[in-house]
């Protein structure tokens, strides 16, 4: 609103966002952003562009500036957001300018109380976003920094998910402190994903007690999916179900080569045990019998044995002899 009135400001429009962009090009090119401190200056063309006006150097003026005009968003950042550390921590290199780590340096903008002389994540790209998040943090043990997550790649940037001024329930520390928190948050994207949860037989997230982030990293992940890892390769599912990870004296291949989901539905089924069909019988037969069409896993198991009537109900609950399906330190066949 207030940006559409200005007129010949808001035609220019273009040219500044380029501008700004180089700008901040430069900025991120001086490094790490405790070094970009206070040599931030527009440089060569840039400057030209803009013309002698506009040139004019952006100083960091300190947070107290900010405050006059935002007071209630400098005293809730005073008092609860994580960040308020850059404002007293000697060692970050932001002291008593923590506003300006995240929005540039701010002089211009304090003059002319102008959206287009600040740095304004609002009106920034997803992959911009990221990258200014990121100049603080890399390398943290979420892997947030490795950007080939899909939603990095599907322009879903940090502040989708974080939420930097937000308070009350709304602020990240507090949403994310709950299970509950997180899977509304994943939720008002993932609304098809959330459905399945709704399917009788599924891990008990409507409850509260478990979160997508149980399973999946919402950063990134060396697996598909961003799902998470155990130990070494293992799907995050080890983490809780870890009597499934053998070593087995018998192994049941597709537990060991293939993903459970091949066998179960991650996010909810009609069928008990979240199994991926109705019937035990049919999800074994889709590997043990010699019709292959299409093959479901790589690897196919043997034919059942002639002692096995399929005709006979007796047989068809395969499981109600193999028992131990997911290995067994007895048994070849897995029936105990
Ligand atoms: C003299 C008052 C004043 C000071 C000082 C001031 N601002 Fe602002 N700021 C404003 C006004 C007014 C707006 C609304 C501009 C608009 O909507 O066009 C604004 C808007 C903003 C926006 C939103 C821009 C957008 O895209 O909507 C940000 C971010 C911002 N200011 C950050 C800062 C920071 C950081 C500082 C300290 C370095 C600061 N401001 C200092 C008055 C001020
Ligand atoms: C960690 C980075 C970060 C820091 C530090 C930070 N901001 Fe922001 N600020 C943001 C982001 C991100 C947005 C955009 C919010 C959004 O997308 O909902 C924003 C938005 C704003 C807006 C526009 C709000 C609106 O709803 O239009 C103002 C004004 C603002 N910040 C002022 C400040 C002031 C003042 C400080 C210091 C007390 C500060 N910011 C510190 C990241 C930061
Ligand atoms: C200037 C450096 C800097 C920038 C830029 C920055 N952060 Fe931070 N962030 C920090 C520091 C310092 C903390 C305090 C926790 C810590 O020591 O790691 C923090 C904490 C957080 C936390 C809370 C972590 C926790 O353990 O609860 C989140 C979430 C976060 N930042 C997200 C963001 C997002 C999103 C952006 C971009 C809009 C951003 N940060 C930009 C330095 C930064
Ligand atoms: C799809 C949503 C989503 C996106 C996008 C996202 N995050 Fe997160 N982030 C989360 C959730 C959920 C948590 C809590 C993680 C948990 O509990 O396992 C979290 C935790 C964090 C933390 C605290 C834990 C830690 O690693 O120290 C930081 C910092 C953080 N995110 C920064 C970022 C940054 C920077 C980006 C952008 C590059 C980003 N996040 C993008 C959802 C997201
Ligand atoms: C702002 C919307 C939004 C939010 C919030 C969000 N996502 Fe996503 N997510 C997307 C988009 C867009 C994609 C990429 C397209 C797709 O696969 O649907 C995606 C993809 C994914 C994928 C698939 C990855 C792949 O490689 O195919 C997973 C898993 C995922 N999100 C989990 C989560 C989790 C867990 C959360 C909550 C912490 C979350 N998402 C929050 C929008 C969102
Ligand atoms: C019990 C573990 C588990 C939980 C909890 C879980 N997921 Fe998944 N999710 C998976 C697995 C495993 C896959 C991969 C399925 C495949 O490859 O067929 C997956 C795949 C996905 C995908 C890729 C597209 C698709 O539907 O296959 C998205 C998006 C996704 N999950 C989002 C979410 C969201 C959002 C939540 C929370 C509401 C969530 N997941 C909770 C295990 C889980
Ligand atoms: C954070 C812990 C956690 C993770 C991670 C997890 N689960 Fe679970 N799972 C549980 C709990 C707890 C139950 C029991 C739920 C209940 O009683 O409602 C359960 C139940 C199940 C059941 C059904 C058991 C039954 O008796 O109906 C299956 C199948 C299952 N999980 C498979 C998986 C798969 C596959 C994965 C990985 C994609 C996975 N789980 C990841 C905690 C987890
Ligand atoms: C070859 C298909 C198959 C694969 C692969 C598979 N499961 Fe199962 N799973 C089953 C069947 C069938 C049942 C039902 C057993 C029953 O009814 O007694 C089951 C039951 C379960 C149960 C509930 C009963 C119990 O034994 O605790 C959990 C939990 C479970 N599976 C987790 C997993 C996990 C985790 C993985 C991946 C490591 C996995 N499953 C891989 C077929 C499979
Ligand atoms: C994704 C494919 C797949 C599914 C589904 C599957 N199996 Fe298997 N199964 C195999 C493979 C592969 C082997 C190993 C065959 C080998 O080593 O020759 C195997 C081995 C076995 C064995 C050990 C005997 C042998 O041939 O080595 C039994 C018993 C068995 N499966 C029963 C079942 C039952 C019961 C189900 C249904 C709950 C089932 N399987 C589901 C692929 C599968
Ligand atoms: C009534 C109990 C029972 C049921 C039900 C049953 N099996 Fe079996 N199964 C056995 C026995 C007993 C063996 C023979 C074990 C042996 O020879 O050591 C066997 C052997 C097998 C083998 C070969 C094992 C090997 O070591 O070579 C496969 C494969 C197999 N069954 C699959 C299935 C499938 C698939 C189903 C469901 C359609 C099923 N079974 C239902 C009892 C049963």
């Not at 400001?9 to 500044?16: D, E």
């Not at 968003?73 to 850059?86: E, G, Q, R």
């Not at 509950?180 to 599924?202: E, L, M, T």
């Not at 045990?273 to 299409?294: D, F, G, W």
């Amino acid at each position: 609103m207030g940006r559409l009135l200005k007129g010949p400001a808001f035609f220019q429009s273009g040219v500044r966002m380029r501008f700004r962009l180089l700008l901040w090009t430069a900025v991120f090119a001086l490094a790490a952003p405790a070094a970009a401190g206070p040599q931030d200056k527009p440089q060569g063309k840039a400057a030209e562009q803009k013309g002698p006006e506009a040139a004019k150097k952006k100083e960091y003026v300190g947070s107290e500036t900010c405050a006059g005009c935002h007071d209630e968003i400098y005293s809730n950042f005073t008092k609860k957001n994580p960040h308020a550390i850059l404002e007293t921590n000697k060692k970050r290199g932001w002291e008593t300018k923590a506003c300006e780590a995240c929005h540039g340096p701010g002089s211009v903008h304090a003059e002319t109380n102008s959206a287009d002389d600040i740095r304004s994540p609002k009106n920034m790209k997803a992959a911009a976003i990221d990258e200014m998040c990121l100049s603080c943090h890399k390398n943290q043990p979420t892997h947030v920094g490795r950007l080939q997550s899909s939603h990095a790649r599907n322009n879903v940037a940090c502040t989708q998910c974080h939420n930097v001024h937000a308070t009350g329930a709304e602020s990240t520390q507090a949403q994310y402190r709950q299970a509950a928190g997180i899977n509304k948050k994943c939720a008002s994207c993932h609304s098809d994903v959330w459905a399945s949860f709704q399917k009788p037989y599924r891990h008990k997230l409507n409850e509260g007690a478990m979160a997508c982030t149980g399973c999946h990293n919402p950063h990134a992940s060396f697996l598909n999916k961003n799902l998470r890892l155990t130990s070494g390769t293992e799907p995050g599912c080890m983490a809780c179900h870890s009597d499934k990870r053998g070593p087995f004296v018998f192994e049941h291949a597709p537990v060991k080569n293939e993903p459970c989901s091949i066998c179960h539905e991650p996010h909810g089924s009609a069928n008990p045990r979240m199994l991926a069909r109705a019937q035990v019988l049919n999800l074994c037969l889709e590997c043990h019998s010699n019709i292959q069409s299409p093959p479901k896993a790589t690897t196919a198991g043997g034919v059942p044995p002639a002692i096995h009537d399929l005709r006979n109900p007796r047989f068809q609950n395969c499981t109600i002899c193999h028992q131990k399906i997911h290995g067994s330190n007895a048994n070849g066949a897995m029936l105990r």
